[in-house]
């Protein structure tokens, strides 16, 4: 491994600790001053977006892409899993719910839609990209998608002093799946916003329908990973193999992302 791909793990793993570290601090902090759930999600992304806005422009200068690297048509298809969600959202909006869980909702999609995306997409996959120069091409994709992923989910670990264990990991291996498809739409459009919409769509519409960021229903029985999380994440892993087939591994250009 040479001293640049070195230096790029480190940067990967010093931004993962410390992006875990403030979250758990913020939180306590907020815990411990009584604050509610909507201005603890206000307060949080207040204090940690311009912190790593910071610490990406002043250290490690990862470019952040919006352009979209394809055509219309094509980003259209790419898209389209999203397409379906945002559908649903707007459906689930003209349903009666209260000021505050509107509120709920949109601090939360707003928030980890454009943190999380900006954070682990946009400067984590994308150094990561740049961490194998010996691998291929789809080698480093997989790599990097599968790392970057793995590290999102880990990022909800946090979650354990908040609920129990078994809903922690479950919630751990759900957010390793919205991960994978998460990267999957980046890689393949080149846009971040991509990713940011369906994100913040997601973390709006579970908001909507549970009324809280907090899982608050345990597995069955203590399990790690319940039934239907099981066949969620088989449905996004065939969708992510799909969309990273050898065929479209080929067309992404990973200068794109440097």
Known sequence: MNSSAKQNFW???TLFVAVLVLLIVIYQAEIAV???EIPQIVVQYIIIIPVFWAVNYYWIKQPIRIAPQVGL????LISLPFLILAIYVIGLSFQPHSAHTFALGLAAGVGAGFFEEYIFRGIIFAKLLQSFPNLSKAKTIWAAVIISSLLFGLMHGSNFFLQSFSTTMNQILFAIMLGLLLVTFYVRSGTI???MFAH?????????KSGTTVETTATTGGAIIDEGSLIIFIIVLGLVIFYLRPKKLREIDLNHFK
């Open 11 to 13: 940067q990967v793993g």
């Open 34 to 36: 009584g604050m509610g």
């Open 73 to 76: 048509s094509q980003l259209t």
């Open 193 to 195: 916003l991509l990713s």
């Open 200 to 208: 913040g769509a997601w973390d709006y519409l579970a908001s909507l």
